[in-house]
């Protein structure tokens, strides 16, 4: 009866308030004064905005100009979490002003709108002269106000960007937004960069960044995991940094930068993603994020289930001579069968805290499991020409294996921002450690003449590596058109790894003597740098210097030790720019980058774990240290189209390149090849990329990369000769097509020509074997490669989709490596995973909206809702 009872008194006092006065305002009307507005100001990135102005201005009648001009009524600052609340106001002749220091000022009008009226509807809670209606408009939450930046007054850089939905593109990186990437919906992250521009991925997962492997970043700092640990879904965008500045760590080489950014949600309120799929292998995935902001926490939480069952079919073929032992020819044909059966699980967990406005703590913790049982088995037969006879071998491999890995990594950081608009401090600390273990059987069978052999053989490999990085970067806006960067870095990486072979016969295990290794090792970087940027009307500058030394330390089987300082290198990079009429803009830049031997190279074991494919590492090897230039052009026209051409050269010396070699075993009392690594002479590779981003219409956009490269290796010192050069090309080709009913399809299309094989193509520590190719003897041939997806969203707000893709749909994608050296030819081929079909399903959801958590009302005298049945 009480609740009835206010209800009425409002709908009174309401009455008698629109009877005083008339619709509109003007001389000698009083405007009633009972509203109450309230909100939050934020930067452009989401952080809240201290002691930004805000002015209420009212309309007043000038008697004197007979007109009515606008007259200050209230003023105040935001409080140091953005907030600002006005109570006792007019219901309308109201504007709201929001200024500050580096932004653009925010004005809006302010009225109360309450309709008459209200009819008998069986409630009245919502309608518009309801005691929740009156309360809701004499109450007035206007929400998160974003501020932007003033651009006549910020620091003008020497980046230039230009966005679309899926493309923006820097000066020194393109950044391509997973979300409309729907093929590799319930893949992993190797699915994702078959479709970013400037990077070619083969079969085994293998990236590369113009013709070189590029260093894996996750939100910024390096990791230990491989892409096919990383899901799809829980990826926001990857940045591709093609000639670092002197702000990155200088290893890497004649390669970039690949950066993984991972889903983070900063809006205020609740929201998330679950999702579900199956392949046509009978592989599947699952898993969900989640995200809630309000007050000073921001927390995300993501899980990720990812299942995989792969086929892969392939041959090997070889041809080698020898002059010892009276053999003049062995020829060698593999046929080989491989399945995979296993997966992983990836979970992350995030948390922001805004001590003040100026200061935000935040932590992550990344877990990942993941085990994998693949299985081969090859059909083998090799004939061998001695000077007299031929002897035929026969016979098969069958290999069953099990390799698991657990992963742990931590983030925490802090960012402290000053009062000058850009003055900031920031420290952060990233550890990422991990253990693996596996154990492989390998059964062997032979048949010579009229005998059969059989070999039974167990591998059995553990170990564990972490990687630990420190942090701090500091940026000062000097003066209007210069900021000064500088920054410390230290990354510690140690790597523990135990391997042994045994000889099974029934139920013993006898250990191969001389088979096994165990090493460890300390890896250890040291960095400091600083950059200007500056900006004299049209033209832009930064310079930077990168100071690095770094100090390894392994021991191998316990009697093998290596120690290794290399003395402090500088590294320099320069970024100019000039921009021109008509959306235009020029670039050039230089960087020196280093790649060091990883003691996987440098350690002088010999893996004989398969007989064709011997291995072994070399510990002279040095750093190679790489120049890199490039000069660029882009071009903005329409409202999101953009064309980027871009020409590059890179010389490096010393260039760490794979090698065969052949060496007579006084074990076996044979000769037998090799697969090491070597310090070519030299190497250089130039080019020219091409990238379009193209809407045509308001359902189909499409974005055209194109790269044309030409690299050699000199490496006379070697072998006594030098590979020829190869010009090559590869291109990509995304299109994005929206149909009705909530239709949209994905086509990619990707063409390799002839190329080089990739450097440096190194041993990973997790997950499924990568191949090892990486010579200067040899080349890639050809391929090409389609994919199509098919997405339909539904449900209230589109939350809800279902997504069908098909990979390689024409079973083209297939790899081809000719490898030779002096008296040694092989013919490499394999065909992963041909016309993969998925559907995934997906449902977001969530309430954007600041009223789910927004204060309690401070104006005391506005009456509370719960008294009135809210």
Excluded: C
Excluded at 322 to 351: A, C, P, W
Excluded at 440 to 449: E, H, P, V
Excluded at 828 to 834: D, E, G, I, S, T
């Amino acid at each position: 009866m009480k609740k009835v009872l206010m209800a009425a008194v409002l709908l009174i006092t309401t009455s008698g308030i629109f009877a005083q006065f008339p619709a509109g305002g003007g001389k000698g009307r009083q405007v009633p004064s009972i509203g109450h507005i309230y909100g939050k100001v934020l930067d452009s990135i989401g952080k809240p905005l201290s002691e930004a102005t805000i002015i209420l201005l009212q309309n007043q009648y000038d008697s004197a100009t007979k007109k009515s001009k606008q007259v200050l009524f209230k003023g105040a600052t935001t409080e140091p979490n953005g907030e600002f609340s006005f109570g006792d106001l007019p219901l309308f002749g109201i504007t709201l002003r929001i200024s500050a220091v580096g932004y653009k000022m925010h004005e809006e009008k302010i009225s109360f709108q309450m309709k008459a009226g209200g009819g008998n509807a069986p409630s009245q809670q919502g309608s518009p002269m309801g005691g929740g209606g009156m309360l809701s408009a004499l109450d007035k939450d206007l929400g998160n106000i974003k501020l932007m930046p003033d651009e006549t007054n910020t620091l003008q850089t020497v980046t230039v960007t230009g966005t679309s939905g899926a493309l923006k593109m820097d000066i020194d990186k393109k950044t391509f937004n997973v979300d409309k990437n729907i093929v590799s919906a319930g893949g992993t992250a190797v699915d994702i960069m078959k479709n970013v521009p400037s990077l070619q991925v083969d079969i085994d997962g293998n990236v590369k960044l113009r013709n070189a492997t590029p260093q894996l970043y996750i939100d910024g700092r390096p990791t230990t995991l491989s892409l096919d640990q990383i899901p799809a879904d829980a990826i926001q965008s990857v940045e591709v940094i093609t000639n670092p500045s002197a702000k990155y760590d200088a290893s890497g080489g004649n390669a970039g930068i690949l950066n993984i950014v991972l889903k983070k949600n900063k809006k205020t309120g609740y929201n998330g993603n679950i999702m579900a799929g199956v392949d046509s292998r009978g592989g599947y995935n699952a898993g969900g994020n989640f995200s809630v902001r309000q007050g000073k926490v921001n927390f995300t939480a993501a899980a990720m289930l990812n299942n995989r069952r792969s086929l892969t079919k392939g041959t090997t073929d070889q041809l080698y001579s020898y002059d010892t032992l009276n053999l003049k020819n062995v020829h060698s044909f593999q046929n080989t069968e491989s399945k995979n059966n296993g997966g992983f699980m990836f979970g992350r967990i995030g948390l922001d805290y805004f001590v003040t406005n100026r200061t935000t703590l935040s932590i992550s913790g990344t877990k990942v499991h993941g085990e994998f049982k693949p299985t081969s088995i090859s059909d083998i037969a090799t004939d061998s020409i001695y000077n007299d006879h031929t002897v035929n071998l026969t016979g098969n491999r069958l290999s069953t294996n099990n390799r698991t890995f657990n992963g742990t990594g931590i983030q925490g950081g802090v960012v402290h921002n000053f009062t000058k608009d850009g003055h900031q401090l920031t420290a952060d600390l990233n550890y990422f450690g991990g253990k693996n273990d596996g154990v492989q059987y390998i059964t062997s069978n032979t048949f010579t003449g009229g005998s059969n052999g059989i070999s039974n053989q167990r591998q059995v490999s553990d170990g564990k590596n972490s990687f630990f990085t420190i942090q701090t970067d500091y940026t000062n806006p000097i003066t209007k058109n210069i900021k000064l960067e500088a920054g410390l870095r230290a990354q510690i990486n140690k790597v523990d790894n135990n391997n042994q072979l045994y000889y099974v016969n029934g139920s013993e295990s006898v250990k191969v003597p001389l088979s096994g290794i165990e090493y460890n090792n300390t890896n250890n970087v040291y960095a400091a740098y600083a950059t200007i940027t500056s900006s004299i009307k049209k033209f832009g500058y930064q310079v930077g210097l990168r100071a690095e030394r770094s100090n390894y330390k392994g021991i191998l089987n316990d009697t093998g030790r290596f120690t290794n300082d290399y003395p402090i290198s500088l590294f320099p990079s320069v970024f100019l720019s000039y921009k021109l009429e008509n959306r235009q803009e020029l670039q050039a830049n230089f960087s020196r980058r280093i790649n060091r031997p990883s003691f996987f190279q440098l350690i002088p074991y010999t893996d004989r774990s398969d007989s064709l494919y011997i291995t072994r590492g070399n510990p002279d090897l040095r750093p190679e240290f790489t120049n890199s230039f490039e000069f660029s052009y882009s071009k903005t026209y329409g409202k999101n189209n953009m064309f980027l051409t871009s020409l590059y050269y890179k010389y490096t010396n010393d260039l760490i390149t794979g090698n065969q070699k052949s060496e007579f075993n006084p074990t076996l009392n044979r000769e037998e090849w090799i697969y090491t690594y070597e310090n070519a002479n030299s190497a250089y590779s130039y080019g020219a990329e091409f990238t379009s981003v193209n809407y045509v219409t308001k359902w189909w956009d499409f974005n055209l990369n194109v790269n044309l490269y030409k690299s050699k290796i000199n490496s006379d010192n070697i072998n006594g000769f030098s590979q020829d050069a190869l010009l090559s090309w590869f291109g990509k080709w995304n299109n994005n097509i929206k149909l009705p009913a909530n239709f949209t399809v994905q086509l990619s299309a990707n063409y390799q020509s002839k190329t080089n094989l990739p450097v440096n193509q190194g041993r990973q520590m997790f997950g499924p074997p990568q191949s090892a190719q990486s010579a200067s003897q040899g080349y890639i041939k050809p391929f090409w490669r389609t994919d199509i997806a098919i997405k339909k969203t539904f449900f209230k707000n589109q939350a809800a989709a279902v997504t069908l893709s098909v990979n390689d749909i024409f079973r083209t994608s297939a790899s081809r490596q000719i490898s030779f050296a002096d008296n040694f030819y092989q013919d490499y081929y394999r065909l992963n995973n041909p016309q993969l079909v998925r559907i995934n399903f997906s449902y977001r959801f969530g309430k954007m909206d600041v009223s789910l958590f927004k204060r309690q009302n401070k104006n005391q005298s506005t009456i509370d809702q719960s008294q009135i049945g809210m």
